[in-house]
């Protein structure tokens, strides 16, 4: 069993900042891409940021020049720099993982969700 958890959600300030980490655990023997979603209430779950096994980058227009992702492969673990936070910022993250392990195969999976709210 593959598990993905998230951490770093908060409450900040416009202006602010936050990193977002996921962890993904269980019997991996490998994981391709990695990225992050999110979900405002009342509208549909989009993509945030996400990065290759490569190092390959793609992020939404909305946030580029503002978050970076990044990854660590030996600690199975992606980050999300986020700064320069805006109130339309505000959503449920998720973390999200193709991920190669016993015995399933190659899957897809999701973290639980972490909360960014970005207010005065």
């Known amino acids: 069993q593959v598990q993905l958890v998230e951490s770093g959600g908060g409450l900040v300030q416009p202006g602010g900042s936050l990193r977002l980490s996921c962890v993904a655990s269980?019997?991996?023997?490998?994981?391709?891409?990695m990225g992050w979603y999110r979900q405002a209430p009342g509208k549909e779950r989009e993509l945030v940021a996400a990065i290759t096994s490569g190092g390959s980058r793609n992020y939404a227009d909305s946030v580029k020049a503002r978050f970076t992702i990044s990854r660590d492969g030996a600690k199975n673990t992606v980050y999300l720099q986020m700064n320069s936070l805006k109130p339309e910022d505000t959503a449920v993250y998720y973390c999200?993982?193709?991920?190669?392990?016993?015995?399933?195969?190659?899957?897809?999976?999701w973290g639980q969700g972490t909360q960014v709210t970005v207010s005065s």
């Open positions: 269980g019997s991996i023997l490998s994981i391709n891409d």
């Open positions: 999200n993982a193709a991920v190669l392990a016993i015995p399933l195969g190659w899957s897809n999976y």
